[in-house]
């Protein structure tokens, strides 16, 4: 069993829908719990970084942590063609080193 | 906003040859830097980090003699896959540590390496 699990899609949706990703794990020494948008042949750029359970938001994006049931999810609301990109969540117990999700492929249709 | 560039982003070579990649941190320093490696449609796996003026510490499965890190200074860090073959052909992708939040990790732009 991997320690991050992530749907790789593809996901498809059109303009405006409301998105949501989720990712699960096993390890509960996690503590640090990310989520970073890559498009192709690029790097990874950092959207969300929450270290406690609940709720955090900026702008479109919310992101949810339930440290109980080992569960992360980013939301995107009224989702643009410019949001789609590979959404990948990762995770840290606190020394640095991330674990990444497979990372979903979303794809928002004009 | 902290900004991690990589030289080259591109490079081909024929194999057996040594390729380096450059990771820096333009406006911050960085003691620990992270070397991920990516392949098509996959996640990112860390292959190894690089701490400032100490070897590096590889992951499992890692072999320390093909890919050879160096974290010279507090902006600078090397990554030379040694005799390279077309199996090493992947996207190679550094990180810098923040000093800001923790663990916030700023990431490079990648080099793509083709080994024919």
């Known amino acids: 069993q991997k320690e991050v699990e992530q749907d790789p899609g593809p996901l498809s949706v059109p303009e405006g829908a409301i998105v949501s990703l989720n990712c699960t794990y096993s390890n509960s020494a996690f503590q640090y719990f990310m989520w970073y948008r890559q498009y192709s042949r690029k790097g990874p750029e950092l959207l969300m970084y929450?270290?406690?359970?609940g709720n955090k938001e900026d702008g479109r994006f919310t992101a949810q942590v339930d440290k109980s049931s080992k569960y992360i999810s980013l939301f995107i609301r009224d989702s643009q063609p410019s949001d789609s990109a590979t959404y990948l969540c990762?995770?840290?117990?606190?020394?640095?080193?991330?674990?990444f999700g497979q990372g979903t492929e979303l794809s928002v249709k004009p | 906003g902290a900004v991690v560039s990589q030289h080259p982003s591109w490079v081909i070579c024929k194999s057996g040859t040594s390729v380096k990649i450059e990771c820096r941190s333009l406006?911050?320093?960085?003691?620990?830097m992270f070397w991920y490696r990516q392949f098509p449609k996959q996640s990112l796996m860390l292959m190894a980090t690089?701490?400032?003026?100490?070897?590096?510490?590889?992951e499992q499965g890692v072999e320390k003699d093909k890919f050879l890190i160096n974290h010279a200074s507090l902006t600078l860090s090397t990554l030379t896959v040694t005799s390279a073959h077309p199996e090493d052909s992947s996207f190679y992708i550094c990180?810098?540590?923040?000093?800001?939040?923790?663990?916030?990790?700023?990431f490079g732009p990648g080099t793509r390496l083709t080994v024919l």
């Open positions: 929450t270290y406690s359970s």
């Open positions: 990180s810098a540590l923040g000093q800001g939040k923790d663990n916030e990790q700023f």
């Open positions: 406006d911050f320093q960085a003691t620990t």
């Open positions: 690089s701490n400032e003026g100490s070897k590096a510490t590889y």
């Open positions: 990762a995770m840290s117990e606190g020394e640095g080193k991330l674990i």
